[in-house]
């Protein structure tokens, strides 16, 4: 089985370029998260008949955010957004931005041995303004979250953290040391992440830099590989056992990320 996960940075402006659809052919992922998909189920230009699809779109502002998960496998049940308690808990309302629990961030998929979650992480933007809403709020709330499903069933979620963990994971650490993505404060939420138990999948395969996933659009920064690393898999610990392959797909275009997979 194959599970992909990619920012989009747009679902109809990908499938516009006609580069969607190529993906799916070449890849025939069983199951793909996306991010950004910035529309609606139903302004989807898609046409899928072989998978399910389950969309989480921002309520607010229109065009904005969003995830969504693709499946060949009907799932028993599929959860939109954080759980009201764990929001409650940590605060997470409207920081002057928006409600990040109204802006389609998270969609999850119970796939009968295990649950799948598309996230789209908040940035925390160029001046830090949403540094504290992301360190305090979300990100201990996602894991609680996260936590909670695992014990059902192990836990498998992907997507844009908007954050690099390690200096290897971006191209000029020291550069955009303490900048937005690469903060001490969004790095601790990762740490916590693999305290937890969870398994960045990807380095159980592949070590050291140069394996990035976002690039600024700016300067042939693709072409240069100078990137960041901040789209991920993780795993429950028991279940990266079941983990075969993991890898990024950077010759994937249409967005200014890449699709990141594994194989079980």
């Known amino acids: ?47 899928l008949p072989d998978y399910e699809e389950f969309w989480s779109s921002s309520k607010g502002r229109k065009g904005y955010s969003g995830t969504a998960i693709f499946t060949k496998m009907t799932p028993e049940d599929v959860i939109f957004g954080m759980p009201e ?14 409600d990040p629990n109204e ?38 709330a996602f894991l609680e979250y996260m936590k909670r499903l695992e014990e059902e069933k192990p ?16 191209a000029r650490p020291k550069e955009n040391e303490g900048k937005k993505g690469f903060t001490a404060e969004e790095r601790e939420g990762i740490d916590s992440i693999i305290k937890a138990g969870f398994v960045d999948t990807l380095r159980m395969f592949k070590q050291g830099n140069g394996l990035y996933t976002w690039w600024s659009n700016f300067g042939g920064a693709r072409e240069r590989n100078v990137g960041w690393r901040i789209d991920y898999i993780f795993v429950s610990k028991k279940f990266s056992k079941h983990i075969k392959a993991a890898d990024i797909h950077p010759d994937a275009m249409g967005s200014d990320h890449c699709p990141v997979s594994i194989e079980i």
């Open 85 to 98: 308690d764990i929001a409650k808990k940590y605060g997470l309302a409207d920081d002057g931005y928006g």
């Open 155 to 170: 836990v498998i979620f992907c997507g844009d953290l908007n954050v690099a963990h390690t200096p290897d994971d971006l």
């Open 1 to 47: 089985m194959r599970i992909m996960s990619w920012n989009v940075n747009g679902i109809r402006a990908v499938h516009k370029k006609d580069l969607f659809m190529p993906f799916i052919k070449k890849h025939k992922p069983d199951i793909l998260c996306l991010q950004e998909t910035k529309a609606e189920q139903d302004q989807s230009p898609l046409e």
């Open 103 to 140: 802006e389609g961030r998270i969609v999850a998929a119970d796939m009968h041995d295990f649950w799948v979650v598309s996230v789209y992480t908040p940035n925390a933007k160029d001046d830090l303004s949403r540094l504290t809403l992301r360190h305090k709020h979300w990100d201990p």
